[in-house]
């Protein structure tokens, strides 16, 4: 009987052990400063199991200290502080950074990491049974106020209770909270992040100030991602497989005028590009662009996907496209889950950009969704729209 009992706790600790896949290691990730922090594989990612303590850019730039509450108000650039302005909070942690410290193009945390995507933020907490119960796993078991709901810290990443400075410059919830930006912006005013609090168990989402300081995570980045984008081709004029109006074939150039817009993307090399006016002869300025696959026989049947400009926003409305797909400063994705009706499946895109829309809308027989799902995605984050100079 005990022999069964050992037998039997083995095989629950082994099953305790994989139920989500982490791994801690020993100083990995290095900043511009030479500080360097601690990381914790959970599933496919790689996290710093430390809070960012940065003072310079990747470049060497300073990032600005700014403590003074008034200042701090009025910022539009990057900027630090500790919390409460005391350097003893910062050596437990780390430092406070606004999120336009966090988009600076001279980039903010170690090289070869980021700052994480809100889809990356999701697919933790998916590794860790869910949104409602990742927290817990999340939390250290020391520093936070009790009852620090569900706190374990069995994931390794040591989530201590930061705080927040908020876009008033009133520093709050040391021992209480702690939250991490995201790197997407939501709207010009406010950007997507995630935080944890002292009696709740779970990683909640939500958004706020772009000027509220909040500490920053890493996340490593991923290799496989960089290497499926190189596989993209990049922009070829004399091919004519591209989507920019600057740099389409002589052809199509005669009949693009000024204040025509130039979309700017990549796709895989086996796909073709038919500039929409070739099928509408009626119409006279560029809009957009058709793709399809030419190495399936049935091309047309298998991928067609519409990119069309839409300066009047007559596609779009927030209560249809109202799935956030992807986010930056610049724009913000939206989409619809697909939807098979007779064996074709409709994929759609909207990009709301700052001055200028885009429609994307892919048709794909029903059996060939799921190659071409990923090429979509890729192709939709690579688009970029463009202005010809008048």
């Known amino acids: 009987m005990k022999q069964t009992n050992k037998v039997l706790l083995a095989i ?11 791994s801690k290691s020993e100083a990995q990730a290095t900043d511009k400063d030479g500080n360097e922090y601690k990381t914790v594989k959970i599933g496919s990612q790689e996290w710093t199991a430390e809070n960012l303590n940065v003072e310079h850019y990747r470049n060497g730039d300073v990032i600005p200290q700014v403590q003074d509450k008034e200042e701090w108000k009025k910022l539009t650039t990057g900027a630090w502080c ?104 939501y709207n010009s005013g406010v950007s997507w992040y995630r935080f944890l609090i002292y009696e709740y168990s779970g990683l909640a989402h939500s958004i706020g100030l772009k000027n509220n300081g909040l500490s920053i995570r890493c996340v490593r980045d991923n290799k496989s991602e960089i290497e499926n984008m190189q596989n993209l081709i990049d922009i070829d004029k004399d091919t004519g497989k591209d989507i920019n109006a600057n740099k389409m074939p002589e052809s199509l150039l005669k009949s693009i005028i000024k204040n025509d817009i130039g979309l700017l993307g990549r796709f895989p090399p086996n796909w073709k590009q038919m500039d929409t006016r070739q099928i509408n002869v009626h119409q006279k300025e560029f809009t957009g662009v058709i793709l399809f696959d030419t190495a399936v026989k049935k091309k047309e049947e298998a991928l067609t996907m519409n990119i069309q400009h839409d300066p009047k926003s007559e596609y779009w409305s927030q ?72």
């Open 12 to 22: 629950l600790a082994v099953a305790m052990l994989f139920a989500f896949s982490v």
């Open 319 to 390: 209560f249809t496209f109202k799935n956030v797909f992807e986010q930056d400063s610049l724009r913000t994705i939206y989409s619809l889950d697909p939807k098979t009706e007779a064996n074709q499946t409709y994929y759609r895109f909207y990009l709301s950009g700052k001055t200028d829309n885009v429609f994307v809308s892919a048709f794909v027989e029903s059996t060939y969704f799921e190659k071409y799902k990923p090429d979509i995605e890729r192709v939709v984050r690579s688009i970029r729209i463009q202005r010809q100079r008048k």
């Open 82 to 185: 500790y919390y409460n302005n005391d350097s003893a909070n910062g050596k437990i942690y780390g430092k406070l950074y606004n999120w336009f410290a966090v988009n600076d193009p001279r980039g903010l945390v170690p090289e070869g990491w980021h700052v994480p995507r809100d889809a990356e933020w999701t697919k933790l907490t998916d590794n860790l049974g869910g949104e409602e119960v990742s927290g817990g796993k999340l939390k250290a078991t020391t520093l936070w106020q009790r009852p620090n709901t569900g706190a374990t810290n069995e994931s390794g990443f040591a989530a201590l209770p930061g705080g927040v400075r908020y876009g008033d410059g009133i520093f709050e919830a040391i021992g209480q909270y702690c939250g991490w930006s995201s790197s997407e912006s």
